[in-house]
């Protein structure tokens, strides 16, 4: 029986986080200024001053707040500033784009189905960091990234989607977070139209995708 969501606000009100390059956020400013995401970025937080995804948001006159770790005691106050920017800026969705900080237990649960994170690897393998350089060890034939909703687990929340391709002999590193990261500027704009489109939430710890429970993940194939 299909299930009846409240609507949400159109456009999505995104905030993204990050604390590097930047180059998910370029890829979702460019889907939303091609009009293929319906949405807004409504603040863009990053922990590190000098992230370069900090300059892309300016260029793009984003509204941009910088939360560095050394002015708060501990994660649990950081953790309330962030909340409290989320709230201010009446975000539905918060987007995780190589944001470096684990977030606390505390500021998961309060935004429990509303917080969305990318990896460079086909989790469960490889959490955490260094993906590209665990899969050339390890001799993968195959690598890339997973989109999931955000829990308390590090990089093992509910499952959204996944991206494949091929390692190729004569890869490195660079070469192989090239193509995933390829496939990443075109899988995450995809999955947030489909959270726009209401076509994607999480309950009771599943997701669902057009009103039925996910028991994998979705699969984006980029030739
Ligand atoms: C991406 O590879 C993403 O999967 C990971 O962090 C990286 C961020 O890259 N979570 P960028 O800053 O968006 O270029």
Redesign the pocket.
């Known amino acids: 029986m299909p299930q009846h969501l409240p609507p949400l606000p159109s456009p999505l009100s995104l905030a993204v986080f990050?604390s590097?390059?930047?180059?998910?956020?370029q890829a979702i400013i460019d889907a939303i200024d091609a009009q293929t995401l319906n949405a807004r970025i409504v603040v863009v937080v990053s922990d590190i001053p000098q992230a370069y995804?900090l300059q892309r948001a300016q260029e793009h006159q984003l509204v941009t707040r910088i939360l560095e770790k050394s002015a708060y005691p501990n994660r649990a106050t950081y953790d309330l500033a962030l909340a409290e920017i989320v709230h201010q800026y009446q975000v539905d969705l918060i987007v995780l784009?190589?944001f470096m900080r684990i977030l606390s237990p505390g500021f998961v649960q309060q935004f429990t189905g509303k917080i969305i994170?990318?990896?460079?690897s086909l989790l469960p393998l490889y959490p955490g960091l260094h993906t590209h350089e665990r899969a050339l060890e390890n001799q993968d034939k195959e690598h890339g990234?997973s989109i999931h909703f955000v829990t308390e687990a590090l990089d093992a929340g509910p499952m959204i989607a996944q991206a494949r391709c091929a390692v190729l002999p004569e890869d490195n590193p660079e070469t192989l977070k090239q193509r995933?990261?390829r496939m990443?500027h075109l899988a995450y704009p995809q999955v947030l139209q489909w959270f726009a489109d209401q076509r994607l939430h999480l309950k009771a710890n599943t997701v669902f995708f057009d009103h039925k429970p996910l028991t994998q993940p979705l699969s984006l194939d980029y030739p």
């Open positions: 990050l590097g390059n930047g180059s998910n956020l995804g784009a190589g994170n990318i990896h460079p990234l995933v990261q990443e």
